[in-house]
């Protein structure tokens, strides 16, 4: 019983900035990693950015130096700074997060909704 409320997406022009938010509730005991995902027109759904629970943090090459992940455990959000968009990121986003909801059970993922980003040249 977890669910993932993302918010942020919009219209924008190149070279601005969103911030996408992607909020936990429901039975969380521990987050673990979490993680964006996009998809674009035509193209498969691919990893953006990538928090672990130990802090490490991976983006793909197209992102790296524009997109900040970041995470509030104390309010189960995690973020997506999104700085210099270029029209390529045009999107539907998705927040995947791993989810530990008791002591004693295993990590499950789940998914957000997906909010639209686009970006006008």
């Known amino acids: 019983q977890v669910q993932l409320v993302e918010s942020g997406g919009g219209l924008v022009q190149a070279g601005g900035s969103l911030r996408l938010s992607c909020a936990a509730s429901?039975?969380?005991?521990?987050?673990?990693?979490m993680d964006w995902y996009r998809q674009g027109p035509g193209k498969q759904r691919e990893l953006v950015a990538r928090?672990?629970?130990?802090?490490?943090?991976n983006y793909a090459d197209s992102v790296k130096g524009r997109f900040t992940i970041s995470r509030d455990n104390a309010k189960n959000t995690v973020y997506l700074q999104m700085n210099n968009l270029k029209p390529e990121d045009t999107a539907v986003y998705y927040c995947?997060?791993?989810?530990?909801?008791?002591?004693?059970?295993?990590?499950?993922?789940?998914w957000g909704q997906g909010t639209q980003v686009t970006v006008s040249s």
């Open positions: 995947k997060v791993w989810i530990l909801a008791t002591a004693g059970s295993m990590y499950q993922s789940y």
């Open positions: 429901g039975t969380i005991f521990k987050l673990g990693a």
């Open positions: 928090r672990t629970g130990t802090g490490m943090t």
